[in-house]
């Protein structure tokens, strides 16, 4: 049976007018890795793939300590998968997708 999201339940309308993540499926293999490149240096790797389809969602993060207080976040986000896979982009309309795109961002975190 297809889903029709162009008229979600109104439970799932108020969590998405809300700005609350979620995911269609039940069964994911998540695994992830944290290499420490140099003491000051930190490789962050997070696969995540839905096991009802081949689609998937890819995390890469760096981390550079530059001082004590001062840390440097490098990161993307990067989904694939073909149209009508999770990650690939749900079919919300006819020849409509929604889908997550690639992201890309750097954040200073400083301590006082």
């Known amino acids: ?13 108020q969590r998405l007018d809300r700005g609350q993540v979620f995911v269609l499926g039940k069964s994911y293999l998540a695994p992830g890795a944290r290499t420490e490149l140099s003491p000051l240096f930190t490789w962050h790797n997070n696969l ?29 986000n990067l989904p694939y998968g073909p149209h009508r896979s999770e990650f690939g982009g749900i ?15 750097v954040r200073l975190a400083r301590r006082f």
């Open 1 to 13: 049976k297809q889903s029709q999201y162009d008229a979600p339940p109104e439970k799932l309308q």
């Open 48 to 76: 995540i793939f839905p096991l009802q389809d081949e689609s998937g969602f890819v995390q890469q993060r760096l981390e550079l300590h530059v001082s004590q207080k001062a840390l440097i976040t490098f990161g993307i």
């Open 91 to 105: 079919m919300v309309q006819p020849d409509a997708f929604l889908g997550n795109g690639i992201t890309a961002y």
